[in-house]
Every structure is written in C-alpha cells, then in structure tokens.
C-alpha cells in the first residue's frame, strides 16, 4: 500500500517530466540537501522519506540524524540526501508534503496523549482521514503515541447509528451482524455505537458485541454506566472530544477514546529541505 501511495504520488507531480530542473541542471550534477526542522514538535515521516528516494532513485543515499518519533526544535537536521541533483529536485516537495503533514499529526497525537497520561485510557483515531492516503496518517498517529482503530470498512463490524436505524433497531442490527459472520466464516469484531441510556440497555440485553461506543455521552453520564457494562465488552467514548475536556473523559476509567481530529484538525510542521555545500 505505501508503494502504491508513493508510485501515485510520483505519477502526479512528475507526470512526463521534471521540466524544471531537467532544463537546469545538468544530468551528472551531484547535490546533498539537509532536512532542516523549522518548528517544534514530533517529527513522522523519516522512514518514509528514504523510501521515497529510494523509489525514485536507488542511488541516493541518506544520513539519518534524528528517528521518527524524536522531539524536534528549530534548526535542527533531521537527515542529510546526496546523490543527483535532479533527483533531490524531483522528490524534494513530495517527501516535505508527507512528512509535515506526518509530523503535525504526531505532534498533535502526542499532546493528546500527554493529557491522559496517568489513565489506562488509550486514544485512538478513526477513517476521518485524507482519501488515498489514510496509511500514511494512521502511521503518524502511531509515531505519536497514540493506537489505531480499525483501518477502513473491511477490519471490523461497527453498527454506527445509520447502521442501526436502517436495520430496524439496535437488537436487529447485532443479530444480523452476528448472523453474517457465522454465514460467511469471517472473525470481525463487532462494535456498536449507542447515543444514550435505553439504547445501552438494549445491547446489554442482547449482548454479543465486543466493544460498546459511548458516543456523546458526558464525563458524568459514562461513570453513571461503566459499571452496567461487563468487563468482557471494551468501552469507548467519542464525539465532541477535545484537548480541554478528554482528560476528564479519561479519568471515568473508559477504554478507549476515539478522536477523529487527530487527522483532520492538525497543523502542519514546518520543515525545508535545502541544498547544502558545506
């Protein structure tokens, strides 16, 4: 999947030809360019960086400084490219576009998760992700500390409040959820979403679900019905969660709690990428 990514990201922004630095620069110049951090924060996207130039040309070569996951400061180099010229051109804007948006990702991850230290609570992300390119952001959630949910619709049943209504009712929804994995032999886990008490009650009457999501339930309302649920089914909270409040969400001893700006809601870390002659 992250060749895939990489070859369509390629294919875009070359298409027939780096015109640019083909009519430039000439084709033996050799270059070396330092990735320069120009923003606090988590830096994501090392890794993939080197496979980026390493797709593109495998005769570059990289010196890597600082590992993905390291807290970065202004100024300081996260790893030196040398090889051709036209090579570092050509890859140059695709590997900053990856990697600063990786970055703002895991830094933001990570302060969510400094917020709940101390809990047993973990954060997750969700699918509110960038089309085509959700590996990429998921992967920077876990550089930033923080876990996966599931990855798309494929990895996991998850009864979300459309799914409930257009089966006819919670009850009806888990049946069939349940019915389906017994006809096709599939092991999925089964999550279910809830939007307050009666409908808690109802899965808790029919049971067979594995992960039970509290979705915009307040602090207060989710320690009120913690001790309803058995500890065989895993809880999660979600919906309108932030910075200010997850804390207090963390501390009713919840499971999980899914925050879907982790990838939607971030701000990018500056970073360059320069030619260096030293």
Not at 138 to 146: C, D, F, N, Q
Request: with cysteine; hydrophobic share 40%; net charge negative.
């Amino acid at each position: 999947m992250i060749d895939q990514i990489i070859k369509n990201a390629l294919n875009e922004d070359i298409g027939d030809g780096d015109h640019s630095s083909l009519s430039c620069v000439p084709e033996n110049a050799m270059g070396t360019a330092k990735l320069i951090v120009k923003q606090e924060g988590i830096i994501a996207g090392v890794d993939l960086a080197e496979r980026i130039f390493k797709t593109y040309d495998s005769s570059l070569e990289i010196t890597t400084y600082i590992q993905d996951g390291q807290k970065v400061k202004v100024g300081d180099v996260a790893f030196v490219i040398s090889g051709k010229s036209r090579s570092i051109l050509s890859t140059e804007r695709l590997v900053l576009n990856f990697m600063q948006r990786m970055s703002g990702i895991a830094t933001k991850t990570n302060r969510i998760v400094d917020l709940i230290e101390g809990t047993d609570t973990k954060l997750l992300d969700t699918r509110k992700t960038t089309p085509g390119i959700r590996y990429m952001e998921k992967w920077a959630v876990r550089i930033g500390g923080a876990y996966n949910h599931r990855f798309a619709l494929y990895d996991m049943i998850m009864l979300k409040d459309n799914h409930i209504d257009y089966a006819g009712g919670v009850s009806k929804a888990i049946t069939r959820a349940n019915d389906y994995l017994a006809e096709t032999g599939k092991e999925l886990k089964i999550e279910i979403e809830v939007r307050n008490r009666e409908e808690l009650d109802e899965v808790l009457s029919v049971g067979q679900v594995d992960r039970i999501m509290l979705d915009n339930f307040t602090p207060q309302e989710i320690t009120d019905v913690l001790s309803q649920i058995p500890d065989s089914i895993e809880t999660e909270a979600s919906g309108g969660i932030n910075e200010d409040t997850i804390r207090s969400y963390a501390e009713t001893g919840v499971d999980f709690i899914s925050v879907g700006a982790l990838t939607h809601s971030f701000e990018s870390l500056d970073m360059s990428l320069k030619a260096s002659f030293e």
